[in-house]
Nanobody, 120 residues
Framework: QVQLVESGGGSAQAGGSLTLSCTAS????????MGWFRQVSGKERELVAN???????YYTDSVKGRFTISQDNAKNTVYLQMNSLKPEDTAMYYC???????????????WGQGTQVTVS
C-alpha cells in the first residue's frame, strides 16, 4: 500500500512559476513510477508528466520546455516544477504511483487527494 500527499498548489500569474510536491509513504514496491495528472471540471483527467525509477521522464506536449518532473529518493518525494505558467494550466493536479508507467489514469493504482493550481 502507498499513501500520497500533494502540496504546493495555489495561485500564480501568467508567466509565473509554482512547484508541486508529492510525498509517498507506506509499501514502496509499487511506486517505481510516479506521475502527475491534472483535471478540470467536465473533462478527463490528463497526464502531465511521469518519472520512472527516478530518472526516465515523460512530458505531454503542452508542457514540454516549461515543466520539470524530478524525484528525491531520500525524501520519498516527487516534484513538478512549473515555469512559464499559462491560464490553461489551471486545474486540479493529482499525484499518482504504481510499479510501471502509463499514460492513462487507469494505469495507476495509488492517488493523492489533489492540489489546486490557478493561473490568471
Amino acid at each position: 500500500q502507498v499513501q500520497l500527499v500533494e502540496s504546493g498548489g495555489g495561485s500564480a500569474q501568467a508567466g509565473g512559476s509554482l512547484t508541486l510536491s508529492c510525498t509517498a509513504s507506506g509499501y514502496t514496491y509499487s511506486r517505481d513510477c510516479m506521475g502527475w495528472f491534472r483535471q478540470v471540471s467536465g473533462k478527463e483527467r490528463e497526464l502531465v508528466a511521469n518519472i520512472y525509477t527516478g530518472h526516465v521522464t515523460y512530458y505531454t506536449d503542452s508542457v514540454k520546455g516549461r515543466f520539470t518532473i524530478s524525484q528525491d529518493n531520500a525524501k520519498n518525494t516527487v516534484y513538478l516544477q512549473m515555469n512559464s505558467l499559462k491560464p490553461e494550466d489551471t486545474a486540479m493536479y493529482y499525484c499518482a504511483a504504481d510499479s510501471f508507467c502509463s499514460a492513462v489514469p487507469a494505469g495507476f493504482l495509488y492517488w493523492g487527494q489533489g492540489t489546486q493550481v490557478t493561473v490568471s
